[in-house]
């Protein structure tokens, strides 16, 4: 029974993998005069290259710096500061038209900014990817029931299915969040074949004053972490003041994805603008990191 159920796992993350892989498919190196991308991405080219942008120009720089997955969020808000509903819009507008096979992510705030259902807005067609946070409701027992009531609000209200990726904060004493042992259980314990169900988890910092993902959780931890969630078939993310000279052994954690924003900057900062340059030179850093 072991055996199968290992067997299981590694065939769920495998058709996850080739799902996201035709997600990303012609989007391997970026055309200057185009936001479409030509050769195939493979499982072997991973972590993909996640830039999250505020807005169209942000996202037009973000895909002709080589992103393999746009991520929408705006910094002002917060750590997953959700981009207004009409921006939201004129972004997938604008990247659909040019390419309908890029990902598209949406952070939507925290579990906490939802409390009333009814204001949970309607996201516009040609959303791939929906994140939202847990900060604030780390001690309320029923915060796994919360989570997923909000989940079926907003692919109600969009009259579509997302696919959710849940967020753990290494610094979820900070942000009075769970654990990020307890959101990956809560991802495990949820069927993938069940509406709703995380195909993965992004590990993040709530707050943005500087330090690093390392500086908030230990390696060995997220290699725990990264090893149950690829078993049990789900993507790894990981994100939070990664630059170029925080890539060190990044290989060992066989992340999916590598979420950026300050490195995307043209001043190096989160609340700065994305600019193609800082976008290309960090692929270039995570190329060779691969290699490492």
Not at 29 to 42: E, L, R, S, Y
Not at 45 to 69: M, N
Not at 76 to 93: E, F, T
Not at 252 to 273: F, M
Request: hydrophobic share 45%; with cysteine; aromatic share 6%.
């Amino acid at each position: 029974m072991e055996v199968l159920q290992a067997l299981l796992f590694v065939e769920l993350r495998r058709l996850w993998l080739s799902h996201t892989i035709c997600l990303v498919k012609q989007l391997s190196k970026a055309k200057q005069d185009t936001m479409t991308k030509d050769a195939p991405v493979a499982a072997g080219d991973t972590p993909w290259l996640l830039v999250s942008v505020r807005d169209v120009k942000e996202a037009e720089a973000a895909l002709a710096g080589g992103c393999d997955i746009l991520d929408l969020k705006d910094p002002k808000n917060g750590p997953l500061g959700m981009v207004s509903v009409a921006n939201i819009g004129k972004v997938v507008a604008a990247v659909r038209k040019k390419s309908k096979t890029i990902p598209i992510s949406v952070a939507v705030g925290e579990l906490s900014d939802w409390e009333n259902l009814k204001k949970v807005p309607k996201l516009p067609a040609g959303v791939t990817y929906v994140k939202v946070g847990t900060a604030k409701v780390g001690k309320d027992a029923n915060w796994p029931d919360r989570w997923k009531d909000v989940r079926k609000e907003f692919e109600a209200n969009a009259k579509s299915k997302f696919f959710w990726v849940a967020v753990a904060y290494a610094d979820w004493r900070a942000a009075g969040a769970p654990s990020p042992t307890a959101i990956v259980d809560a991802v495990l314990e949820e069927s993938l074949t069940k509406t709703g169900g995380c195909v993965g988890v992004l590990f993040d910092t709530w707050a943005k004053q500087g330090r690093s993902l390392w500086e908030w959780i230990s390696r060995a931890d997220l290699k725990r972490h990264a090893d149950a969630l690829h078993q049990g078939g789900r993507l790894v993310a990981l994100a939070g003041g990664l630059a170029c000279d925080k890539l060190n052994d990044l290989h060992s954690l066989e992340p999916d994805i590598v979420g950026i924003r300050s490195a995307a900057c043209k001043d190096g900062t989160r609340n700065g603008v994305v600019v193609k340059e800082a976008v290309s030179a960090f692929r270039t850093c995570l190329k060779a990191a691969r290699k490492k």
